[in-house]
């Protein structure tokens, strides 16, 4: 997919697939650190993991090895990941590659130049559940709750036309065929069918399974109804991060950004993350530039009050 269309294809129907953006080197070394942290996790050994049974944070870390499965593993670019410095590399040179951070740029209409305003966020991955067994998110906006009424739906969604204050993507390792949404329902409240359905409704109107092919990459916007169901015995590795721009909100545009990435934790460690695998040349000097904005952002918010969960579950 070229570089120009895939903005307008992310604001028409809520998700973009750019396929075949990683090269075979890059997937084996990403699937090699990955399995090796999966493992770690599953031993109890890593604590920052999504637990089977609650979909949002905050998750219980104690519930591991014994009462529960993950599926999921927080903290890819973490100081303290228990990985050998080349499998942490294949994360922190994947978080800010250079083509990677282009399209991000892309959409949040920034810049080509490194230092472009872009803020780091999250960097997680989402894998099949370690207890084997299937696992399923129910049908969500990130930011809004399914409490919301229409018109509350309307003012918090993102306009058509403004710039993106961020975007998100998953890029799985494995053949993927765990995230399902709706495309275009992004730009509109839920239909009365869509607020009227159960929250794991199998069968909604317009419903696709984004079918991934691995190493392909797919941007969506977190506004669009979507869930994950996961499968108990199918592979699933698939890394989930998302970028920001520093002037993309202020207020309460700011505070919901700052809650969406720091009610992971991410604010504890980012200080002390640890770039020296970008060498020290305009790749690195464009990752402290994202560091820095987002310990900026934090203090920022905090300054302003706690930041909170943006959703409970
Ligand atoms: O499993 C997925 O790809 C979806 C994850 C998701 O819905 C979320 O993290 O909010």
Redesign the pocket.
Known sequence: MLEQSVLPHLRTHGFVIVPSFLTPLELSALRAASSALISLSAEGKWPHVRTTGKQFPPWDPSLVPYSAGIW?VQHLLHPSLPLPPDHRNAFVKLYFSPKLLALSRGILSLGPDHDSGLVMELFNL?CKPTDGRGFE?SW?R?DIPPSAAPEEEVAKLHKPGEAYSHTQW?LPLYHDS??LLVPGSHLRPRTDTERGAGPYEPNLPGQIVVELNPGDLVFYD?DIL???V?SGDKERV?L?GSVGRADGGEGEGMRKRARNVLQHGVGEWVEQADFSCLGEGEERKGAEGMRTRLVEMGREAAQAGAVGFSLVG
């Open positions: 999921g989402l998110l969500h990130d998953n765990s995230l977190n979507h869930r994950g996961y698939t989930h």
